[in-house]
């Protein structure tokens, strides 16, 4: 599902008047419960560091409100690692709309045709693909995104592996 962030939607969808209650019992909850619904990847720790220490620019735009986002690199020991961050709360339209791409490669001072894209939706790759970067999609964690991609990025990589092999090979600086 991809609209408005987690507070946007308790905003159009609470009955209660107090809002603010309710955004920060959520945030209570979320934070509390975090740690055994997100689970730690240390393959996607290290393909960021690997990334980081090649000297790629790296961003991310995520529907998530920027509270949340940072909660979530708190706790999983991100924070810092990327040099734009676009939420739900820095658009007007979600993806699949391109409007957060083209922020995020506004703030990393990127080309389209430098860019590389990487998501697990179909929302995401046409984002990516409105925005005219290069789009790779992928299906690392399966417990999260089980549903396949119906349409076609510029490049699929199964696992994390294939997407370093693929990077390493100089694909993604050679088209």
Same mark, same amino acid.
């Given at each position: 599902?991809? $609209?408005?962030? /987690?507070?946007?939607?308790?905003?159009?969808?609470?009955?209660?008047?107090?809002?603010?209650? $309710? =955004?920060?019992?959520?945030? /209570?909850?979320?934070?509390?419960?975090?740690?055994?619904?997100? @689970?730690?990847?240390?393959?996607?720790?290290?393909?960021? $560091?690997?990334? @980081?220490? #090649?000297?790629? @620019?790296?961003?991310?735009?995520?529907?998530?409100?920027?509270?949340? !986002?940072? =909660?979530?690199?708190?706790?999983?020991? !991100?924070?810092?690692?990327?040099?734009?961050?676009?939420?739900?709360?820095? +658009?007007? /339209?979600?993806?699949?709309?391109?409007?957060?791409?083209?922020?995020? !490669?506004?703030?990393?001072?990127?080309?389209?045709?430098?860019?590389?894209?990487?998501?697990?939706?179909? #929302?995401?790759?046409?984002?990516?693909?409105?925005? @005219?970067?290069?789009? +790779?999609?992928?299906?690392?964690?399966?417990?999260?995104?089980?549903?396949?991609?119906?349409?076609?990025?510029?490049?699929?990589?199964?696992?994390?592996?294939?997407?370093?092999?693929?990077?390493? &090979?100089?694909?993604?600086? &050679?088209?």
């Amino acid at each position: 599902m991809f $609209g408005p962030s /987690e507070t946007g939607i308790i905003h159009e969808n609470l009955v209660h008047p107090d809002k603010a209650q $309710g =955004i920060e019992i959520y945030y /209570e909850e979320y934070l509390k419960h975090h740690k055994e619904l997100v @689970k730690h990847n240390e393959e996607i720790v290290q393909l960021l $560091g690997l990334l @980081k220490e #090649a000297g790629t @620019k790296l961003g991310i735009v995520t529907g998530k409100a920027s509270r949340s !986002l940072q =909660i979530s690199f708190d706790m999983l020991g !991100l924070d810092g690692i990327f040099d734009a961050t676009i939420t739900g709360d820095d +658009v007007i /339209e979600p993806k699949p709309s391109p409007e957060g791409l083209n922020k995020a !490669l506004a703030k990393l001072d990127v080309s389209h045709a430098e860019a590389m894209f990487i998501g697990d939706s179909d #929302a995401d790759i046409l984002a990516g693909l409105q925005a @005219k970067v290069f789009t +790779v999609g992928v299906h690392w964690l399966p417990d999260y995104t089980p549903v396949k991609l119906t349409c076609r990025p510029d490049h699929f990589a199964e696992s994390i592996r294939d997407f370093m092999d693929f990077y390493q &090979n100089g694909s993604l600086r &050679n088209g």
